[in-house]
Every structure is written in structure tokens, then in C-alpha cells.
């Protein structure tokens, strides 16, 4: 039996693929390679290069491979692109999914993990947030994966599918031996762009908004190391193999960073200063985003082993030094912190 992973070139996907590669599982993926890259894929690894929504190619590759599981991780995930264009997240993200499902479900797929997110929940009314805490998303992106997690809630009771539901806090860092990590060009992930102003590649990083009602001023996050995350995904899967019930879990640490913080963790791993400026707070953005992660320390066998910010910053620091010297770096403005 195999498990299909969907995005899985992507970045967390990718990661999540290495990790099911090295603990033996048989991994097949689909990928249309608009953010990954064949390349992070281990040696031997099928990729079907298409769109997660493709119906008959999901409905070839589950039969192909004798898939028994599904990871889906292929959408879009940017919160501004999302306020701009919020049609195509509700495609990307939604209406692939629902193909996905229909596909998943003619073939009797019985497990199904989902890379959900924390902006589910808008501006929390408690920190750190518990599960049960009241759904409102500020953007489209976080509508449109909500609205992906109540489809998959009723296929899954209908069809008698299990499923574990990840709501990722903020994703950060890379592979601890550098093969792999985030070579999204103009990707806005806060650690990405510290990194890449940190070697060079970007001559500020702009801080948006300094007058939130926190320590100082800047946002707060709750960073899990992308390697810790992928043992989350084997851990889940791990869990419906043993006849897990369907759950929705938090993935993060439960310790928030600030923005300013964040940066200047950047600056003590590099020994590198760089220009920071400051822009109004951006439409979308949460003040303060913390996980409750009791339910997942009490649900799976999962561990984190990189549970802290300038490890997580070193790592996405080698990666991004390693990307340099293979040529690999872009030259760019910042877009967003």
C-alpha cells in the first residue's frame, strides 16, 4: 500500500515526503510543480506531474499505486494574494479539494490528512488557541481551507473515511542537513525573507505594522520547524493506522515570537545586520497567534525536536547560504514580513 501525497515537491510537502521515504513507506506524489520542485523529491520517488484536482489522473495514480492514503497538501497559501484574488483560492484550495474527495472516494481511500491552517480562526478571542475556539477567518485563504475542512468532515462521515485535519501556526526553517527547504521565488514566509536580507539578497525587510497592542508592537507567531511538522504528518498517519478516530489538531509549539523578535534572532545566527523598515499593519494579518498544542502532544506519538527560534533560524539560514552557492538565490525587494 501506498500513500499519495499531494504538493508533495512543495515545501512542506517535500519535507513530509522525506520523512515517509526514510521510514520505508511507499510514497507516490502529484504536483504541478507551480511552487516545487521535482528536485526535493528522493531518487525513485513517482511524481505525477498535474493538479490535484484532476480526477481521472487521481483516480489513475490511487490504482496504479494501490493508494490506501492521502496527504493534501497542494494549494495556494499567501494571505495577501488571497485578498487580491480571492477567486482563485476558493479554486485552488476549495474546489480542488472537493475533486480530490470525489476521486478519493470512488476509489474507497479511508484515510485522509489534510494541511489545514491557523488562520481559521481570525483574531482568537484566547491564547494560546484550543481547537474548539471559534472559527472566523480575516481572509480568503483562511475561508477557503475552512471550508475545505467542513467538506472533508462530511464526506468523511458519509463515506466511513477517517481523517486527521492539521492546522499548521506558522512553518519555518529546513532540513537540518540543508538538502532541502523553502526555494519559492518571492515567497513571503517571515524566516525566508530574514534569511535572504541576511545574505544579501534583499536590500531591507519592511515590518508590517509596529503599533499592535504587544511587548513591542509587532506581531506575534507561533514558529514549528518544517522537519517537525513532517514527523507530525507520519505521526498522523501513523494514528489512523491504528484505527484512530477523526480528529483536528493544532500543529505549532505553544510559545509565540514576535516579528522584531523573529528578525533579530536572524541577526544573532548570521552575525549579519540589515535594514529594517516599518509599513502599516497589511489587511488580513492576525495581531497574535499562538497554539494550544496539548491535543496533539496527547494525540500522537509526536515529539518536536527543533523547538526553538535560532535553530530554526540557523537551518533556514544554511539553506538559504547553500541555495547562494549553487547559484540558486534571487536578487529581489522585500514583498512582506
Known amino acids: 500500500m501506498s500513500v499519495l501525497v499531494t504538493g508533495g515537491a512543495g515545501y512542506v510537502g517535500s519535507h513530509t515526503v522525506r520523512a515517509l521515504y526514510e521510514a520505508n513507506e511507499k510514497v507516490v506524489v502529484i504536483d504541478n510543480l507551480s511552487t516545487g520542485f521535482s528536485a526535493h523529491l528522493p531518487e525513485g520517488v513517482p511524481l505525477f506531474i498535474g493538479d490535484a484536482g484532476d480526477e481521472n489522473l487521481v483516480d489513475g495514480v490511487i490504482a496504479q499505486h494501490d493508494v490506501d492514503t492521502i496527504m493534501h497538501f497542494a494549494g495556494s497559501i499567501v494571505v495577501p494574494e488571497s485578498m487580491r484574488d480571492p477567486l482563485l483560492y476558493y479554486r ?64 468523511a462521515s458519509a463515506y ?50 509596529t503599533d499592535y497592542p504587544t511587548e513591542d508592537g509587532s506581531c506575534i507567531r507561533d514558529f514549528v520547524h518544517v522537519s517537525d511538522l513532517a514527523q507530525a504528518h507520519r505521526a498522523a498517519l501513523s494514528y489512523l493506522r491504528t484505527g484512530g478516530a477523526s480528529v483536528t489538531l493544532n500543529c505549532g509549539y505553544g510559545r509565540g515570537y514576535s516579528v522584531l523578535e523573529t528578525i533579530e534572532a536572524v541577526r544573532r545566527v548570521s552575525g549579519r545586520n540589515f535594514a529594517v523598515s516599518y509599513a502599516p499593519r497589511r489587511e488580513g494579518d492576525i495581531m497574535t497567534m ?48
Open 160 to 209: 466511513g473515511m477517517n481523517y486527521v485535519v492539521l492546522r499548521y501556526f506558522n512553518v519555518a526553517g529546513a532540513d537540518p542537513l540543508a538538502r532541502i527547504g523553502l526555494a519559492t521565488i518571492g515567497a513571503t514566509h517571515l524566516l525566508k525573507i530574514a534569511v535572504e536580507a541576511a545574505t544579501g539578497q534583499r536590500a531591507k525587510i519592511d515590518v508590517f505594522g
Open 92 to 155: 485552488n484550495n476549495t474546489m480542488t479539494t472537493r475533486s480530490l474527495l470525489n476521486a478519493a472516494v470512488k476509489r474507497g481511500i479511508e484515510r485522509f490528512i489534510f494541511s489545514s491552517t491557523a488562520a481559521v480562526y481570525g483574531d482568537p478571542e484566547q491564547v494560546p488557541v484550543p481547537e474548539h475556539a471559534r472559527t472566523r477567518p480575516l481572509s480568503p485563504y483562511g475561508s477557503s481551507k475552512l471550508m475545505t475542512e467542513i467538506i472533508l468532515h462530511d464526506v
Open 290 to 337: 499562538v497554539a494550544d498544542a496539548s491535543r496533539i502532544r496527547a494525540t500522537l506519538d509526536w515529539t518536536p525536536q527543533y523547538d526553538n527560534i535560532e535553530t530554526i533560524a540557523a537551518h533556514a539560514l544554511a539553506w538559504e547560504e547553500k541555495l547562494l552557492r549553487e547559484g540558486s538565490g534571487n536578487i529581489q525587494e522585500a514583498v512582506s514580513a
